[in-house]
């Protein structure tokens, strides 16, 4: 069956410096989405990207933050000045998106570390 | 979206079903209603979805009452891996709608 393929599955970075979180949506999926999840907190929605632009996000992503879909097969997040407060772990998700409620199929996450 | 709310914790033995209920009571018309599990810290793993009729896969069934208010994720035949946070959630129908998780249902599956 198909995945949501994440690298790296951890990632440890010193605060101040620039990260890209790196996901393989699954091939014929065509909305992507970032979320996060801080250490015994909710899974929180960062934002969502359809036709190489973002359709919505939320407070949570701001200028340090940013995505892109390179090429035909990835979708990066990139934390430009990470700080403490930006370690967890951060999922990705895809979907379809033609009709019926499609649902989305997430990733297994990158563990991100900030020190 | 409208609001769900799940009990914080149940749990089943293994080998029988597990009948996790949600409340949606503000549910509207254009509203799915979602089921996903997490497993430690693993990635959400999708479950089912339905907007009106019950649903059934081969990993569990969902019942929806008739006037949408409620539903109940039913795991037939629960096994120990099956313990994990469940979410119940309601997403409008847009492609592009984002997935809001509350705290979840942690299910606990005893031998």
């Known amino acids: 069956e198909p995945e949501v393929t994440q690298t790296p599955s951890h990632q440890v970075t010193q605060m101040g410096q620039e990260v890209i979180l790196r996901c393989v949506p699954i091939?014929?999926?065509?909305?992507f989405y970032w979320y996060r999840q801080i250490l015994g907190q909710k899974v929180e929605f960062l934002v969502s990207?359809?036709?190489?632009?973002?359709?919505?996000k939320s407070e949570i992503f701001d200028d340090q933050f940013s995505v892109e879909r390179p090429d035909g097969s990835n979708f990066t997040l990139k934390i430009r000045s990470t700080k403490l407060e930006d370690s967890a772990m951060y999922f990705c998700a895809s979907t379809v998106g033609q009709g019926k409620g499609q649902p989305q199929h997430f990733g297994d996450g990158t563990r991100l570390s900030i020190l | 979206d409208a609001k769900t709310t799940q009990p914080p914790s149940m749990d089943c033995a293994e080998g029988r079903a597990a009948n996790l209920p949600c409340n949606h009571s503000?549910?509207?018309?254009?509203?799915?209603v979602y089921w996903y599990r997490q497993i430690h810290s693993q990635g959400p793993q999708y479950i089912i979805h339905?907007?009106?009729n019950n649903e059934t896969n081969e990993m569990a069934s969902l019942i929806i009452t008739e006037d949408r208010k409620s539903s109940t994720l039913i795991l037939p035949h629960a096994t120990l891996r099956d313990t994990a946070v469940y979410y119940c959630i309601v997403r409008v129908t847009g492609a592009n709608s984002k997935l809001t998780f509350g705290k979840g249902i942690t299910l606990s599956v005893r031998p």
């Open positions: 339905g907007l009106k």
């Open positions: 503000t549910i509207s018309g254009n509203e799915y």
């Open positions: 990207f359809y036709n190489n632009e973002i359709s919505e």
């Open positions: 091939s014929n999926h065509l909305y």
